[in-house]
Antibody
Framework: EVNLVETGGGLIQPGGSLRLSCAAS????????MNWVRQAPGKGLEWVSV???????YYADSVKGRFTISRDTSKNMVYLQMNSLRAEDTAVYFC?????????????????WGQGSLVTVSS | QMTQSPSSLSASVGDRVTITCRASQSITTYLNWYQQQPGKAPKLLIYAASNLQSGVPSRFSGSGSGTDFTLTISSLQPEDFAAYYCQQSYTVPFTFGPGTKVDVK
C-alpha cells in the first residue's frame, strides 16, 4: 500500500523559510515523478513543482527562485524548501506521485496523494 | 492556460452531468480529471483524457484531444457532489483548471 505523509507546515512570518517533508512508503521516490500541489483556503488547486526520475526539477512561475524541490533516496523522502515566503503562499501543500501508465510512457495524473500540510504565512 | 466550464452547476441524483475543459494550446491527450471532496486530497478519476483510473466507477468517462475535453458523469450519485478539476500533464507547468463545483439542485 502506498502512503505519502507530509510534515513541516505551520505559521511563519512573511520573508521566512520553511521546509516541507514528504515521507513515502510503498513506492520509491527515486523511480517516480514526485510533485507538490497547493491549495489556498477556499481556492482551487495550483501545481507547484516536480522532480523527475532523472533529477530534473521544474517550478511554477509563482515560486521559481524561492522554492526548491529535492529528494533523499536513502530516506525515501521528498522535500520542498520554501524561502522568502509571502502571504499568498498560504495554502495546504500536497505531495503527490505522477502516474506513468504502461504503454503511455509519459506522466499523467497524480494517483497517490498525501493528506496535506498547512502553511500559513502571516505576521 | 486551462479553462473549465461551467464554474458551478446544480444537479439532481440521476442526472447526466458534463464538464468541459479547454487548453490554450494543444496538449494532445495529456489531460487528467480529479474529484475533490471538502477537506480531502483530490482523487484521480480519468488520466490521459479517456482512461478510467483503477477503482473509479464506470459512470465517469472522459473524452477529447487537442484543446477540448469533456468529463461526463452518466448518472449522478449522492457521493458525486464535489469539486472537479482538470489538469494538463503535457508540459510543465502542469496547470490545473479553475474547477467546477457540482452541488445539489
Amino acid at each position: 500500500e502506498v502512503n505519502l505523509v507530509e510534515t513541516g507546515g505551520g505559521l511563519i512570518q512573511p520573508g521566512g523559510s520553511l521546509r516541507l517533508s514528504c515521507a513515502a512508503s510503498g513506492l520509491t521516490v527515486s523511480t517516480n515523478y514526485m510533485n507538490w500541489v497547493r491549495q489556498a483556503p477556499g481556492k482551487g488547486l495550483e501545481w507547484v513543482s516536480v522532480i523527475y526520475v532523472g533529477g530534473n526539477t521544474y517550478y511554477a512561475d509563482s515560486v521559481k527562485g524561492r522554492f526548491t524541490i529535492s529528494r533523499d533516496t536513502s530516506k525515501n523522502m521528498v522535500y520542498l524548501q520554501m524561502n522568502s515566503l509571502r502571504a499568498e503562499d498560504t495554502a495546504v501543500y500536497f505531495c503527490a506521485r505522477m502516474l506513468v501508465p504502461p504503454g503511455i510512457s509519459h506522466v499523467t495524473g497524480n494517483d497517490y496523494w498525501g493528506q496535506g500540510s498547512l502553511v500559513t504565512v502571516s505576521s | 492556460q486551462m479553462t473549465q466550464s461551467p464554474s458551478s452547476l446544480s444537479a439532481s441524483v440521476g442526472d447526466r452531468v458534463t464538464i468541459t475543459c479547454r487548453a490554450s494550446q494543444s496538449i494532445t491527450t495529456y489531460l487528467n480529471w480529479y474529484q475533490q471532496q471538502p477537506g480531502k486530497a483530490p482523487k484521480l478519476l480519468i488520466y490521459a483524457a479517456s482512461n478510467l483510473q483503477s477503482g473509479v466507477p464506470s459512470r465517469f468517462s472522459g473524452s477529447g484531444s487537442g484543446t477540448d475535453f469533456t468529463l461526463t458523469i452518466s448518472s449522478l450519485q449522492p457521493e458525486d457532489f464535489a469539486a472537479y478539476y482538470c489538469q494538463q500533464s503535457y508540459t510543465v507547468p502542469f496547470t490545473f483548471g479553475p474547477g467546477t463545483k457540482v452541488d445539489v439542485k
